[in-house]
């Protein structure tokens, strides 16, 4: 019995803390954010970060048949009803493929678990829900598109987004209800109907930065194929030198949708009291980011170029940071900042 209970002891702190140490390898953006977080709603958003995590990576196989898929997927959701479950999951995950950090995530999947288990009961119970959710959407899609994503329309895009990140977005409004008192059943209510386009909206950025990478390496394009049409182009075209004009004529719908999620999750951060100033200090800096990014977006070609990449600078990082800690309590400081890093100007900071 005393054996049991310190190889339980031992077993928690080697899962606590692999999961911090495998965190900034997996999302430098959320490595950030997550250290603002206090006791037991930060470890519950870096569980639940690396749940989504595990599934993502399962998904994005370009190697993998659809079925080993859905079944990796399956053995993922069972694994919240029966511990065991996380350790055939590793096992029948060998062979997977992607970016080795993310699969070294993969194959440890029974330190995530272990992790979790220590997590309250209703907090289990949201963090199950909500990557249940996602899994049932990422399984449509694969069932949909077994040769790789080929999204058609922009309605298709945006249900693909909900499924992937507007659930993170409502994950994480019911982790902040749950573990922060500044967050009561009326603010509650008022996040709800934004939380969504918080996820979908760092989503859509990461999508539309990623274009290259994701046609190249993970066989999956998320610009509609109705919008490159329109344009004279197709997804086969659509790293074509030759089309260049017509391919990022094509990306104006998603631009768009990207800048309308942004302001609706801008909106959602002043909504979060100024009291909770973890949660604030969580969601500024992501957002920063990705309004900087959708600058660079709109300057620039590299995304729709194999091997071209759409970053901000290095400077402008430490830059937004600092700037986000300095404003975060301050609704007008926030929307005087968010103003700054969308126009042209912003780049003109201290390095």
Known sequence: MV??????????????LFCQEILPEVSRTFALSIRFLPGNLGRSVLCAYLLCRIADTIEDDAAALPAKKIFLLNQLMD???????????AAAATGITGEAEHVRLVAHTHLVFAMFRTLPASTQATVQQWVGEMVVGMKEFIGLYPQGI????LQEYKRYCYY????VGHLLTDLWYEHSAAIDRDRYTVLLERCGAFGQALQTVNILKDIAWDAVHENSIYVPAEELDAQGSSHQLLLDPDRLPQNLAALGSLMDLARSDLDEALAYLLTVPKWAVSIRLFCILPLLFAYATLRELARSSAMLQPGGS???SRGEVKWLIASGCLVVISNRGIAWL????????ALAVPQ
């Open 3 to 16: 054996s049991s209970a310190i190889e339980s002891t031992q077993l928690t702190k080697q899962a606590e």
């Open 310 to 312: 759409v970053k901000i």
């Open 338 to 345: 968010v103003d700054r890093v969308r126009r042209s100007d």
């Open 164 to 167: 992937v990140a507007g659930t």
């Open 150 to 153: 080929r999204i058609k329309t």
């Open 79 to 89: 694994s919240f009803e029966n511990p065991a479950q996380s350790d055939t999951l």
